[in-house]
C-alpha cells in the first residue's frame, strides 16, 4: 500500500503558464501586490536586527525590493537573492533549492495560496532559515473575491443547469498562526488586511486579475464560461453589489503571516504547573467551588 501525497487542488503549469503570460501587464494591476510589500516592510521596521541574507519567493520579484528600498530598515536588510523560479508557481511541490539554515529572512508575497500543500511549503521555508531567522509571507484569503464567486456559480446554474468552481478555494486568515505552528515556526503571528476594490464592471476585475496572473488554475478539466455565461454574470453583480454611481466592489483579504526559525534566545511559555499567581487574583474576581452534581 503506498501513501499518497497531498489532494492536487492547482495545475502547476498552468499557474506557471498564467505567471509568464502577466508579466508583461503586471505594472497595470500591481496594487495587491504593492500593498503586500508594503505591510511586509512595515514589519522589518519594527524589527531592528539585520536580515544579510534575504530570499524573495514572491510571485513577482521586484516589489518587495522597491517597496524596501525607501524604508528605514533598508540598510539593515540584504539584497534579495535568486529563488527557483519553479517554486512561484509551485510552492512545496518541488525541494525549495535553498540550502538549510542559510538565510536570514524568507519573503514570499502572494504566492502561497496557490500552494497545493501549504503546510509542506512552510516546513520547506522553515529549514531553510538560519536560528532566528525570519520569514515574512502573504496569500489571499478566504473572503477575497467573495462577490465573483457568487455570480459566476448563479450565472453557470441558469445557463448550464450546473456550475464547476471558477474561484480559488482560499486559506482563512484564522488559521495563519495555526499553519505557521504546524510547519515548525515560532512566535507565530496572523493579521488579515480587508480592501474594496471598485470598477466600472466585471470585465475590469477579471483584466486586473489576468494582469496580476491570479486567474483560475484549479486542476482538472473545466468547460470555458462563454459569453452568455459571463453577460448574466455582469448583470448579477451589478444588480447585486453594484453602487450609487455604477460601480461594483471586489473584496480582498490579505493574510500576513510572520513567524521564526527557533532559537534557543526566544521566549519560551513557563511549564504547566509554575504560575505563581493564581488566575483569579490576576483578574480580581471572586473564585467559586464547582457544585456537585
Known amino acids: 500500500m503506498t501513501a499518497s501525497g497531498p489532494p492536487v487542488i492547482f495545475d502547476p503549469a498552468r499557474r506557471a503558464l498564467r505567471l509568464a503570460r502577466s508579466g508583461g501587464m503586471f505594472a497595470q494591476a500591481d496594487f495587491l501586490h504593492r500593498r503586500a510589500a508594503e505591510n511586509a516592510v512595515l514589519s522589518l521596521e519594527a524589527t531592528l536586527r539585520p536580515f544579510p541574507a534575504v530570499v524573495d519567493l514572491s510571485a513577482h520579484t521586484g516589489v518587495f525590493a522597491?517597496?524596501?528600498?525607501?524604508?528605514?530598515?533598508?540598510?539593515?536588510?540584504?539584497?534579495?537573492?535568486?529563488?527557483?523560479?519553479?517554486?512561484?508557481?509551485?510552492?512545496?511541490?518541488?525541494?525549495?533549492g535553498v540550502a538549510e539554515g542559510s538565510v536570514d529572512l524568507i519573503v514570499s508575497l502572494m504566492t502561497l495560496h496557490w500552494a497545493n500543500d501549504l503546510p509542506g511549503a512552510?516546513?520547506?521555508?522553515?529549514?531553510?532559515?538560519?536560528?532566528?531567522?525570519?520569514?515574512?509571507?502573504?496569500?489571499l484569503g478566504a473572503g477575497t473575491l467573495k462577490e465573483l464567486r457568487a455570480v459566476l456559480t448563479e450565472a453557470e446554474l441558469a445557463e448550464r443547469g450546473g456550475a464547476q468552481a471558477r474561484v480559488s478555494p482560499f486559506a482563512d486568515?484564522?488559521?495563519?498562526?495555526?499553519?505557521?505552528?504546524?510547519?515548525?515556526?515560532?512566535?507565530?503571528?496572523?493579521?488579515?488586511d480587508r480592501l474594496t476594490v471598485r470598477y466600472r464592471d466585471l470585465f475590469g476585475l477579471i483584466r486586473d486579475?489576468?494582469?496580476?496572473?491570479?486567474?483560475?488554475?484549479?486542476?482538472?478539466?473545466?468547460?470555458?464560461l462563454t459569453r452568455g455565461i459571463l453577460a448574466r454574470a455582469a448583470a448579477l453583480y451589478a444588480e447585486r453589489y453594484g453602487e450609487p454611481d455604477?460601480?461594483?466592489?471586489?473584496?480582498?483579504?490579505?493574510?500576513?503571516l510572520a513567524g521564526w526559525a527557533p532559537?534557543?534566545?526566544?521566549?519560551?511559555?513557563?511549564?504547566?504547573?509554575?504560575?505563581?499567581?493564581?488566575?483569579?487574583?490576576?483578574?480580581?474576581?471572586?473564585e467559586h467551588g464547582r457544585g456537585k452534581l
Not at 512552510?122 to 496569500?139: C, H, V, Y
Not at 488554475?217 to 473545466?222: E, H, I, K, Y
Not at 455604477?246 to 500576513?256: L, Q
Not at 505563581?276 to 480580581?284: E, H, I, N, S
Open 122 to 139: 512552510l516546513s520547506q521555508i522553515r529549514r531553510a532559515l538560519k536560528p532566528d531567522g525570519l520569514f515574512l509571507g502573504t496569500l
Open 173 to 192: 486568515g484564522f488559521d495563519g498562526a495555526g499553519l505557521l505552528q504546524r510547519a515548525g515556526f515560532a512566535l507565530p503571528v496572523a493579521d488579515v
Open 263 to 286: 532559537h534557543d534566545s526566544q521566549p519560551k511559555p513557563l511549564p504547566r504547573g509554575s504560575a505563581k499567581v493564581r488566575l483569579a487574583d490576576a483578574l480580581g474576581v471572586v
Open 209 to 224: 486579475l489576468r494582469a496580476m496572473g491570479e486567474t483560475n488554475v484549479l486542476a482538472g478539466s473545466t468547460r470555458p
Open 246 to 256: 455604477g460601480r461594483i466592489p471586489a473584496t480582498f483579504e490579505i493574510v500576513n
Open 66 to 96: 522597491a517597496a524596501l528600498a525607501g524604508s528605514d530598515a533598508a540598510g539593515r536588510v540584504g539584497m534579495p537573492g535568486a529563488d527557483p523560479d519553479s517554486y512561484r508557481a509551485a510552492p512545496g511541490l518541488r525541494p525549495l
